[in-house]
């Protein structure tokens, strides 16, 4: 039963617990039962977040604000942005599979390549289960990765994007700023996951501590140093000129990491990550 709107926040932090702590699907797959995540911190963007059409002028007409992706969903009932709240929240990587990457030079580690196909599975999972969740409680939610419409385009300033960034809307919602390699830079730092769901329920909208500074989070980009996470890549996907080379990043997953994880532990997905650790900002905010 849904909760008075004072605990409204706590009941869906509850939903998301629940669901780490009690599905099997929240699994590495090792011969040793272990979970795939650090349990999952959730925050609140407002639907009418300017953020979200200024994101969609950036990236691209394809871009979806969280008022279009949940008209797909709801064709018969759209809502106006006023009335939707964004739940975003992040999946951290255990301790165990970061120890593991750090160890790693070229090419993830069999924890790393497990949670990036076992651990998205859930994650995925936990997406439809947070929207079904809600909507049978009167709420009705969406989860816009799960959407038949999610894919990638052409974003004439970014290259190949997806027309619903987790990511970016973990920012928005006070989630983390982005770093040098593009990755999000969260409390619980950049070896993480993320997920959201759309939904039309009042809830309060979170604290984005640093305003609109995308970046603020990153060493290089506070105060010139660091650049770890350029040293940790393989391929010379990252550099403090030009930061990341999509392009470079992803022949490098396709060509290498993404047959030898499939060959060696029997994993899909596109794994790689090794520059997610063993720097700064592995598990916190380095500032
Ligand atoms: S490793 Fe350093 S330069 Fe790279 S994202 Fe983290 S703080 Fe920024
Ligand atoms: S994911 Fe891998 S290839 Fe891409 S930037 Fe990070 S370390 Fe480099």
Redesign the pocket.
């Known amino acids: 039963m849904t909760p008075p709107p004072e605990q409204k926040l706590a009941w869906v932090q509850g939903i998301l617990r629940e669901f780490w702590q009690d599905s099997p699907a929240n699994s590495l797959h090792l011969p040793q039962e272990e979970k795939a995540w650090d349990w999952p911190r959730l925050a609140v963007a407002a639907g009418n977040d300017p953020w979200f059409a200024r994101l969609k002028a950036m990236i691209g007409p394809f871009y979806w604000t969280p008022e279009e992706a949940f008209a797909l969903a709801f064709p018969e009932a759209p809502a106006a942005p006023a009335e939707l709240s964004v739940i975003s929240y992040v999946l951290p990587q255990t301790a165990a599979t970061r120890r593991d990457q750090a160890r790693e030079q070229d090419l993830p580690a069999e924890r790393w390549a497990r949670s990036r196909f076992f651990g998205e599975q859930f994650n995925c999972a936990l997406r439809l289960h947070l929207a079904e969740t809600l909507t049978a409680e009167g709420h009705p939610a969406v989860a816009p990765e799960r959407l038949p419409g999610f894919d990638y385009r052409q974003s004439e300033r970014f290259g190949l994007a997806s027309n619903w960034s987790e990511r970016h809307t973990a920012f928005v919602a006070g989630l983390g700023t982005f770093?040098?390699?593009d990755?999000l830079?969260t409390p619980w730092g950049?070896a993480v996951r993320f997920g959201s769901v759309v939904t039309k329920m009042a809830l309060p909208a979170s604290p984005r501590p640093y305003g609109d500074d995308h970046q603020a989070w990153?060493?290089?980009?506070a105060r010139g140093t660091?650049?770890?996470?350029?040293r940790r890549c393989p391929a010379d996907a990252i550099t403090t000129a030009q930061g990341h080379d999509k392009p470079r990043c992803h022949a490098y997953i396709r060509e290498v990491t993404t047959p030898y994880t499939t060959a060696t532990f029997g994993t899909g997905a596109t794994p790689c990550g090794l520059c997610q650790v063993k720097?700064?900002?592995e598990a916190r905010v380095?500032l």
């Open positions: 770093g040098l390699s990755g830079i950049k990153c060493l290089w980009y660091c650049g770890a996470c350029a720097i700064p900002c380095p």
